[in-house]
């Protein structure tokens, strides 16, 4: 099969959208993001989105990935199945960090320079709350029951812990220098923290936010992903160029990987064999094989490469019916 036809079955196979998962990178510089078929590496689609995009996070049913752009304070969200922007709204003065709940019905945003969280109603199109958190936020997670947030507060060297039904910080602990990137994994109860001018990885119990080990990576380390049952944990050094490879049973960097200059976001693919590095210097994706950290591909995309968050949709058949969001209309 070739691959404009492996593209074309992605897309639309038996009545359905999307089959295969899907990498949406953002690219800050060029104010676009490419929507990358994951299963042939092909670039399908090419994204205006508005100004300086940053952030991204994609719903867990893959029906949108919701975009920041903290230089204009704003928040877009694209239709996942077919790429088109399906609308825009103001949200604060820096949005940077997002998750959005596994409902798919809120998204929460890190405001950088605001100092809070917004929290959006998806399907209104609306700002429910905002909830002050520290100074300059970056990341942001919500657990997989829906009942946890989590958020990366840089200039205080803390994370702290918001109730998602209450939307309250019930706990802040101190971490490394200038926390940004966070990774939860869910099964052994761990939340990791990139912190980027302390170059160590902060590993903390996700219940309690109790410090369960500290490991030293490269140099100015941002964000964090997992593969292989969360065995291995990757982080991106941006000053090395490299990603370190954590053995999450010791807790010890287990491999230094070479990728493209100056790596930002990364993800793990949903096949769990995967993990996906976006180089924002050399405006590329790198695809490392999360066995035997050999890169498999190397693609191309626009420029500014930075896809800070969740970037890859599981890539679950889904039908074209879209919801009544204001956004959606």
């Known amino acids: 099969m070739n691959h404009a036809v492996a593209l074309a079955a992605a897309l639309f196979f038996g009545g359905e959208v999307l089959a295969e998962p899907f990498a949406f990178i953002t690219n800050q510089k060029a104010s676009t993001v490419s929507m990358i078929d994951t299963a042939s590496g092909l670039v399908a689609k090419t994204l205006p989105v508005g100004k300086d995009p940053a952030g991204i996070a994609v719903d867990r049913a893959a029906h949108y990935a919701v975009i920041t752009s903290p230089s204009v304070g704003e928040v877009a969200l694209l239709d996942a199945r077919s790429g088109v922007l399906r609308g825009v709204m103001k949200v604060g003065e820096g949005p940077l960090g997002v998750a959005i709940s596994p409902d798919g019905l809120r998204a ?27 100074h300059y936020p970056s990341g942001v997670l919500v657990s997989p029951d829906g009942g946890s947030i989590f958020i990366a507060e840089r200039e205080d060297n803390t994370v702290s812990l918001i109730d998602a039904t209450a939307l309250t910080v019930i706990k802040t602990v101190s971490v490394g220098r200038h926390p940004f990137g966070l990774y939860l994994d869910q099964g052994r109860g761990r939340l990791y923290v990139a912190n980027v001018e302390s170059n160590d990885l902060s590993v903390l119990d996700a ?9 030293k990576v490269g140099e100015r380390p941002y964000a964090v992903a997992s593969a292989l049952g969360g065995r291995r944990v990757f982080v991106t050094n941006q000053y090395d160029s490299t990603v370190s490879v954590v053995d999450a049973e010791s807790l010890a960097v287990i491999a230094t990987v070479p990728v493209g200059e100056y790596p930002e976001g990364i993800a793990g693919h949903p096949d769990d064999h995967q993990v996906w590095v976006a180089n924002w210097f050399d405006n590329t994706v790198t695809v ?3 066995e035997s950290l050999r890169v498999q591909k190397t693609i191309a995309v626009g420029d500014g490469a930075r896809a800070f968050g969740e970037f890859i949709s599981l890539g679950a058949p889904r039908s074209s019916a879209s919801s009544e969001s204001p956004f959606l209309r």
């Open 207 to 215: 219940k309690t936010l109790a410090p369960v080990g500290l490991v």
């Open 288 to 290: 490392l094989d999360a």
């Open 108 to 134: 929460y945003v890190a405001d950088f320079y605001g100092h809070f969280i917004s929290v959006i109603d998806l399907p209104e199109a609306s700002i429910l709350k905002r909830v002050p958190v520290g």
